[in-house]
């Protein structure tokens, strides 16, 4: 059997992206909720809260240190089996990820430090200001990796200039491009995601502290703040989610038809809450359609048509099965969301939620809702996208470096998802150790804030790295 190194080489990012997207949402997260509780903490000077942030910092420490070593090896696959994409897009990646070392890595590094060890080193008021510093500089992380995406999906502030394999996109107006018409919206929906994330895993966690009678008032108080988190970012996903969607219907209307298996472009488009799209027949199977649905969610009426498939071109057209299962799984988890959480809200008053165990159980286990949310998010979006790599502008096909031999993608795929699986147990050891500790144990987290240090380090030298390669190669596939 013939290997396809574009197959190959689309398997490779996937598989370490998906990877490396397990943990920045739990930074961005848990980073929020940090801040709330140390704030609290300042506000009332109880040490309740001090112990609730010097627990979730550690845990904090570890998912940043994954993050940032997990995402070193994505910006090499840029050079190495993308070579024809990175340079078509290195004025615009290149400013992003300037702008991202900057903004978002400058934060992160210098306060870290002092986040981790600055407890007793530094003023409580400085401390504060570090955390909320650590925090932001997620976030500005997150704010230019999500503008490089969404220019790809919806590109704007450019012209292109050179022709063939030598063409590249070359910015003319920057704020255009980072203000692209789905950016915004994109980061919007990112960020909220990791608020998610981040405030199910203290409520699986503090539930769990809670089902074994162990640390009982320190996981009710981190508890109740993760649960109003969680209640607010669900309920917002749905109106940012639904703006989104919008978005793509208008920009990128092959995916949004994708989306929703919509094949023929007809009056009071349905919108199917669940169903097998197939594309021989070009219907949704064993679907269960609300007619008129998606016409009124793209154009508030019940009748204007919504775009399908048979205005697009073949070869244009994206595949439907996973956008389709991939969106539809999101949208239902994201509904879990919100009657969760706001069902537990209501069962907050007089802590009747605390004497469910059943309904404590569903939180330990529902850690993984938002993780699967994340993901199926990211997968419909991008291979919603294909067949382009650049919305319009340059096919998947064409982007991947011409002088990569499949046998070596094959090589290194193998490579990574070995390690990529040593290093998700080393990351469930080490947060079950930190768990089975719990709130009072005074650790020694140094080795992995040292290990966080590190590879913050060996980011910020690939990021340069990444930026000479933007400089045009003079041979295929060399940087």
């Known amino acids: 059997m013939e290997l396809d190194v574009v197959f190959l080489s689309r398997v490779q990012f996937a598989l370490t992206a998906m990877f490396h997207y397990l943990y920045p949402p739990f930074s961005i997260g848990l980073g929020l909720l940090i801040v709330i509780m140390e704030g609290l903490y300042l506000r009332t000077k109880d040490p309740l809260y001090e112990q609730l942030t010097k627990f979730w910092v550690r845990v904090f420490g570890l998912t940043f ?72 500089g997620s976030v500005f992380s997150a704010v230019w990796i999500v503008v490089a995406n969404s220019w790809q999906q919806t590109p704007a502030g450019f012209h292109i200039v050179g022709e063939g394999l030598m063409a590249r996109a070359e910015i003319l107006d920057f704020w255009a491009m980072v203000f692209n018409p789905s950016s915004m919206t994109r980061l919007t929906h990112v960020l909220i995601g990791a608020f998610l994330q981040g405030a199910f ?64 472009t007809r009056e009071s488009t349905p919108i199917y809450l669940m169903g097998v799209p197939d594309n021989e027949a070009e219907e949704v199977r064993f679907g269960i359609p609300i007619p008129g649905g998606l016409s009124f969610l ?79 998010g990211w997968v419909a979006a991008e291979v919603g996208r294909q067949p382009w790599i650049v919305y319009g502008l340059l096919r998947t ?48 987290d140094r080795g992995m804030a040292e290990a966080g240090f590190a590879a913050a380090a060996g980011k910020r030298k690939a990021g340069a790295d990444m930026l000479e390669s933007q400089t045009p190669p003079t041979e295929e596939g060399k940087t």
């Open 298 to 376: 793209v154009h508030w009426n019940l009748t204007t048509p919504v775009t399908g498939m048979d205005q697009v071109a073949p070869e244009d057209r994206p595949p439907v099965q996973i956008p389709f299962q991939t969106y539809h799984l999101m949208i239902a988890l994201g509904m879990y969301f919100i009657g969760l959480t706001w069902l537990s809200v209501f069962l907050l008053r007089g802590d009747r939620i605390f004497r469910m165990r059943w309904l404590l159980w569903i939180f330990v286990l529902s850690v993984v809702g938002p993780i699967l949310a994340n993901q199926a």
């Open 65 to 136: 240190g994954l993050g940032v070593a997990t995402g070193i090896v994505m910006e090499f696959e840029f050079g190495t089996n993308w070579a024809t994409y990175s340079r078509f897009v290195g004025d615009v990646f290149g400013s992003a990820l300037a702008a991202e070392g900057i903004f978002a890595f400058f934060l992160e590094s210098g306060f870290l430090a002092i986040l981790l060890f600055g407890w007793d080193k530094v003023s409580p008021k400085m401390h504060f200001f570090s955390t909320v510093m650590v925090f932001l």
């Open 201 to 264: 895993l203290a409520l699986s966690i503090s539930a769990w502290y809670l089902l074994k009678g162990k640390h009982v008032e320190f996981a009710r108080r981190s508890f109740k703040i993760a649960l109003f988190v969680a209640a607010i970012a669900s309920v917002s996903q749905l109106l940012v989610g639904h703006k989104s969607a919008e978005i793509v219907a208008e920009y990128q209307p092959a995916k949004l038809a994708a989306f929703e298996g919509v094949y023929e």
């Open 397 to 444: 096909t064409d982007g991947v470096s011409k002088a990569v031999a499949a046998e070596a993608v094959l090589a290194s795929l193998i490579l990574f998802t070995l390690i990529y699986f040593l290093l998700l147990l080393l990351f469930l050891f080490l947060l079950d150790r930190k768990i089975k500790a719990g709130p009072s144990a005074e650790h020694d």
